[in-house]
């Protein structure tokens, strides 16, 4: 059972499910109170005209009827055995929702008991309606079952609990909190993916901590949602992200998302937007510099997933982390998620048990299906040990290679990692430096204009463009050291990628 639509409300869409003859249904969620709220209204519309009865069952109270006033629960029916001979006994139809039942499913003879009761529907009418925060179902009951998903609040109802929020704080104050109308719409859009009680926690803080709603309460507001949904902790949240004036080089690619920012972002109705980039190329070239910079660009906060905390010796769990930690960061939305090394986490060979090809399929199924604004940037060193399917045209928007720096780009690395460390050196001696570190990456670059402020310091002497040379001078790059591989590399990027620079 999908979500409610907006035309529909929750309860809507579960009596639509009561009325339709199903023996059990069951909802996962972590609000419990809203779902047991949406399945009294469902069941008193689905009553009515019927001689039913509505009950609710927890081991620490037992069972009591909930559609008319009966005194009480039935303590002495506490136990699930006793319980659920009691529902078998009995021939009066009614639903009856177990609260957090999960835990004794694992017990043959009640599994064989709720199996007997759901069988017996056309006799006597009797739902079951188990709630629970997960609910892993026995094979034996699935076929008899249905699973209604509690749908998250949409965007009308987001902005109707923060002006709630604002009003409750107005009535305890005896004035309107400060508001910036255009944070709280950035506010309730990054308020998607949670439930009713989390945007409403989330929100009180935000108008509580200081009385106003700006600016200043997206950060917090985004790293305590990141919180809430990564249970798994698989996705780390990266609120400092960077700008493409930090990175030196890379003009295609930044040139290519600026074009996409707009329909990623909303702002051009009728463009699709863009699903993401993969980044290959040479090693310390700039690819996850340049993951920080998208999230810059389009003015959404970074997600990094790590795929090495996602695998799992179980057979199955591994792509189940992966669809709960995919799901969470289309909750997160809008955001970037990074994938870096993903060559190392979907590669496959003689001695994959088959894990790291399931693991791919997922992926891929949620690549082509995903319509959250998830900006993904993969990032990859080894061409080689890339699925094909993965690099197929369309899987990502644009295949980018991240080449060694050109000579215009070794000069703006230089100058921005000089001016970082305030390392001052003229024109001449920047232009003179760029053209000696040819083959460097830009990691290299770096960490030549490092080790020359560690030397000039350990020699008690002022940096200058000849320490920055001596460092670079007794450097063997990358592109040397592993010469024909990355030739390699290049040859095969040539005709088949884009260039980033």
Not at 84 to 110: C, E, Q, S, W
Not at 319 to 331: F, G, I, W, Y
Request: hydrophobic fraction near 45%; proline fraction near 4%; glycine fraction near 6%.
């Amino acid at each position: 059972m999908k979500a409610a639509s907006a035309a529909t409300s929750p309860s809507d869409e579960l009596q639509t499910l009561l009325a339709s003859r199903v023996a059990m249904v069951v909802i996962e969620s972590r609000e419990e109170g809203r779902a047991l709220e949406v399945l009294r209204d469902a069941a008193m519309k689905a009553q009515r005209g019927k001689n039913w009865g509505i009950f609710q069952w927890t081991v620490t109270d037992g069972l009591s009827r909930i559609d008319v006033d009966m005194g009480g629960a039935q303590k002495t029916l506490a136990q699930p055995e006793q319980l659920l001979k009691h529902i078998r006994a009995t021939t009066m139809a009614g639903i009856y929702v177990l609260l957090d039942f999960h835990p004794y499913l694992d017990n043959p003879m009640f599994v064989r008991t709720l199996k007997d009761i759901a069988q017996d529907y056309r006799k006597c009418a009797r739902t079951l309606v188990l709630i629970s925060h997960e609910m892993k179902l026995p094979q034996e009951l699935e076929h008899l079952s249905a699973r209604f998903k509690m749908s998250l609040p949409t965007k009308q109802e987001r902005h109707a609990i923060v002006m709630r929020m604002a009003r409750e704080w107005a009535q305890q104050k005896g004035g309107m909190p400060k508001i910036d109308m255009k944070v709280v719409e950035r506010m309730v859009d990054n308020l998607g993916g949670l439930t009713e009680n989390d945007v409403e926690r989330l929100a009180r803080q935000a108008v509580f901590n200081d009385g106003a709603l700006t600016e200043e309460d997206i950060k917090p507001m985004l790293a305590a949602k990141y919180q809430l949904l990564n249970r798994g902790g698989t996705l780390s949240f990266e609120p400092d992200t960077a700008r493409f004036a930090e990175v030196g080089g890379l003009k295609n690619l930044r040139r290519w998302i600026l074009q996409r920012k707009a329909a990623f972002d909303g702002s051009a109705p009728g463009l699709d937007a863009p699903k993401g980039v993969l980044l290959l190329g040479v090693q310390g070239c700039g690819k996850s510099l340049a993951a920080r910079a998208a999230a810059g660009v389009l003015g959404v906060p970074l997600v990094r997933l790590d795929f090495g905390a996602l695998f799992s010796k179980w057979h199955g769990e591994s792509e189940k982390n992966l669809r709960e930690s995919l799901s969470s960061a289309e909750a997160l939305a809008p955001c970037v998620l990074w994938l870096d090394e993903i060559e190392k986490a979907l590669s496959t060979g003689d001695g994959d048990s088959g894990t790291s090809r399931r693991v791919l399929g997922a992926f891929l199924t949620w690549l082509s299906e995903q319509r959250a604004r998830v900006f993904i940037v993969a990032t990859a060193n080894d061409i080689t040990a890339l699925p094909p399917e993965l690099v197929r045209k369309g899987r990502f928007d644009e295949i980018f290679f991240v080449d060694l720096p050109t000579p215009a780009a070794r000069l703006e690395i230089l100058d921005i990692h000089c001016k970082k460390r305030d390392v001052a050196v003229g024109e001449n001696d920047m232009k003179v430096l760029a053209a000696r570190c040819e083959g460097f990456s830009g990691a290299e670059i770096e960490q030549a204009v490092v080790s020359a402020l560690y030397t000039a310091h350990a020699n008690n002497q002022k940096v200058d463009a000849r320490c920055i040379a001596a460092e670079i001078e007794a450097t063997r790059p990358l592109s040397v050291v592993l010469g024909e591989k990355i030739a390699e590399l290049r040859a095969w990027a040539a005709e088949r990628t884009v260039p980033a620079d």
